[in-house]
């Protein structure tokens, strides 16, 4: 392995990993960490900061050995659809309920890719929409409105 990085992106996002896991470790310094078996309020977070500051590490390490890569071109019509969908879901999903919200982020997020055809759209928003009522919903039993005050019934 050289000493001289190759990735100048790979060593940006691994200290950015890498300062954010202590910044989030830092967090749950005042906070119980308990052990494995009786977990305190701060054990999991201090685990994920951990792990986090791990992989940051390896994705630093990881820019002595590649060589650097061009940077390409930004997808900006991925950005322009899948960033909304959640901003969507988390501000409609009280109004029009679970399951249209979620129907309509998962159409949304769809339209990222030029492949994506129209009715492949809408069988996947249908797929999306289906298992995640049934699996939180039903199998969870999570308290929430599938359908809200929004929709006339």
């Given amino acids: 392995m050289s000493t001289k990085p190759k990735d100048r992106t790979d060593i940006a996002a691994g200290l950015l990993l890498m300062a954010a896991?202590?910044?989030?470790g830092w967090q749950t310094r005042g906070l119980e960490l308990g052990t494995s078996l009786r977990m305190g309020p701060g054990y999991?977070?201090?685990?994920?900061?951990?792990l986090l500051f791990l992989l940051?590490?390896?994705?630093?390490?990881?820019?002595?050995?590649s060589e650097d890569e061009p940077f390409g071109r930004i997808a900006w019509r991925g950005m322009l659809f899948i960033?909304?969908?959640?901003?969507f879901f988390g501000l409609t999903v009280r109004g029009l309920g679970f399951v249209p919200a979620l129907f309509l982020a998962t159409l949304i997020a769809a339209q990222a890719s030029m492949r994506m055809k129209p009715l492949h759209s809408l069988l996947l928003a249908l797929a999306v929409t289906l298992l995640s009522t049934l699996i939180f919903s039903y199998g969870l039993?999570?308290?929430?409105?599938?359908?809200?005050?929004?929709?006339p019934f």
């Fill in 21 to 24: 896991a202590a910044f989030f």
């Fill in 44 to 50: 999991f977070p201090m685990v994920l900061s951990g």
């Fill in 56 to 65: 940051g590490l390896l994705v630093f390490l990881k820019a002595f050995g």
């Fill in 83 to 87: 960033l909304p969908a959640p901003i």
């Fill in 141 to 151: 039993g999570l308290p929430f409105r599938r359908f809200g005050p929004w929709l």
